[in-house]
């Protein structure tokens, strides 16, 4: 199961849900982004992988950084002919950039099965995946293909369990535990049937309230569910993080669904505050 010595291995740091927080993060700092930074790096990504791509400067941010003058490595940019996937570019110590893209690929690729199954079991809900790597073979496996099939990357012998942190944000109307448990146990099984028996999965819930699931959709698709959640399309009602929700794999849960699920719609705990 998802262990804590895992969870510091966080190797897909640019998934969107981290974007504004880490972006915000790196204003300070002795590593300022100038002008000329932010071409090189764009024309780096142009150079590695083709098309265009487009480093963020996040809305709202003060108008003495909207020029790019002052923001830190690492930063977040995006294809754009793909904006929803952001991912994350630092610098190398002996001079250069690194990135993240294919990772967040992958990501989007296990985004998918999840929202799939999600959507198969007739559940109101939508995810947000990062990937874990334990070695750095096993991400090199995945930054130095051009193209990784998720499913083809699995079915390899040699392909390890896939560590991930799914956050599933549930916007059911008036849901029960026993509803709940059945439909995201149906939806688990199906992951697991997808993803070959060789996914590793901690999982945590947010519970939700929104007048247009789509949009609320799409504004998880480009920010993720972020680890204290806020949304402009909905209104969260409870959450709780993986670390508190649970895990499972091919062998099944660390502990019943169904504790996870009592308390995301009993009581709100104690380090969540609903501002109405």
Same mark, same amino acid.
């Given at each position: 199961?998802?262990?804590?010595?895992?969870?510091?291995?966080?190797?897909?740091?640019?998934?969107?849900?981290? &974007?504004?927080?880490?972006? !915000?993060?790196?204003? %300070? $700092?002795?590593?300022?982004?100038?002008?000329? @930074?932010?071409?090189?790096? /764009?024309?780096?990504?142009?150079?590695?992988?083709?098309?265009e791509f487009e480093v963020i400067i996040p809305d709202g941010a003060p108008e003495a950084l909207q020029d790019g003058t002052v923001l830190s490595f690492p930063v977040y940019a995006h294809s754009l002919t793909d904006?929803?996937?952001?991912?994350?570019?630092?610098?190398?110590?002996?001079?250069?950039?690194?990135?993240?893209?294919?990772?967040?690929?992958?990501?989007?690729?296990?985004?998918?099965?999840?929202?799939?199954? &999600?959507?198969?079991?007739? !559940?109101?809900?939508? %995810? $947000?995946?990062?990937?874990?790597?334990?070695? @750095?073979?096993?991400?090199? /496996?995945?930054?130095?293909?051009?193209?990784?099939?998720?499913?083809?990357?699995?079915?390899?012998?040699?392909?390890?369990?896939?560590?991930?942190?799914?956050?599933?944000?549930?916007?059911?109307?008036?849901?029960?535990?026993?509803?709940?448990?059945?439909?995201?146990?149906?939806?688990?099984?199906?992951?697991?049937?997808?993803?070959?028996?060789?996914?590793?999965?901690?999982?945590?819930?947010?519970?939700?309230?929104?007048?247009?699931?789509?949009?609320?959709?799409?504004?998880?698709?480009?920010?993720?569910?972020?680890?204290?959640?806020?949304?402009?399309?909905?209104?969260?009602?409870?959450?709780?993080?993986?670390?508190?929700?649970?895990s499972f794999n091919h062998q099944g849960y660390r502990r019943p669904l169904s504790e996870s699920l009592s308390v995301l719609l009993g009581e709100a705990p104690p380090w969540y505050e609903n501002d109405e």
């Amino acid at each position: 199961m998802v262990e804590a010595k895992m969870l510091k291995k966080i190797a897909a740091m640019g998934s969107a849900g981290l &974007l504004v927080m880490a972006v !915000l993060m790196g204003m %300070s $700092g002795c590593d300022s982004l100038t002008i000329g @930074d932010k071409a090189k790096v /764009e024309s780096y990504l142009e150079e590695k992988y083709g098309g265009e791509f487009e480093v963020i400067i996040p809305d709202g941010a003060p108008e003495a950084l909207q020029d790019g003058t002052v923001l830190s490595f690492p930063v977040y940019a995006h294809s754009l002919t793909d904006p929803q996937v952001t991912f994350k570019v630092s610098e190398k110590s002996g001079g250069g950039y690194e990135d993240m893209y294919r990772v967040a690929l992958v990501e989007r690729q296990a985004k998918e099965i999840v929202d799939t199954a &999600l959507l198969e079991v007739d !559940l109101k809900a939508v %995810s $947000g995946v990062l990937l874990f790597f334990e070695t @750095d073979a096993e991400l090199a /496996e995945i930054q130095e293909n051009v193209d990784v099939d998720l499913r083809e990357y699995l079915s390899r012998d040699t392909t390890p369990v896939l560590t991930m942190m799914v956050d599933i944000a549930i916007a059911e109307p008036q849901p029960t535990p026993s509803e709940l448990e059945a439909k995201l146990t149906q939806a688990f099984a199906l992951i697991d049937e997808r993803m070959l028996g060789k996914e590793n999965i901690g999982y945590g819930f947010v519970l939700v309230e929104t007048d247009d699931f789509d949009a609320f959709c799409d504004e998880v698709e480009r920010y993720g569910v972020g680890t204290h959640p806020e949304f402009e399309t909905a209104t969260v009602i409870n959450y709780l993080f993986p670390q508190d929700g649970g895990s499972f794999n091919h062998q099944g849960y660390r502990r019943p669904l169904s504790e996870s699920l009592s308390v995301l719609l009993g009581e709100a705990p104690p380090w969540y505050e609903n501002d109405e």
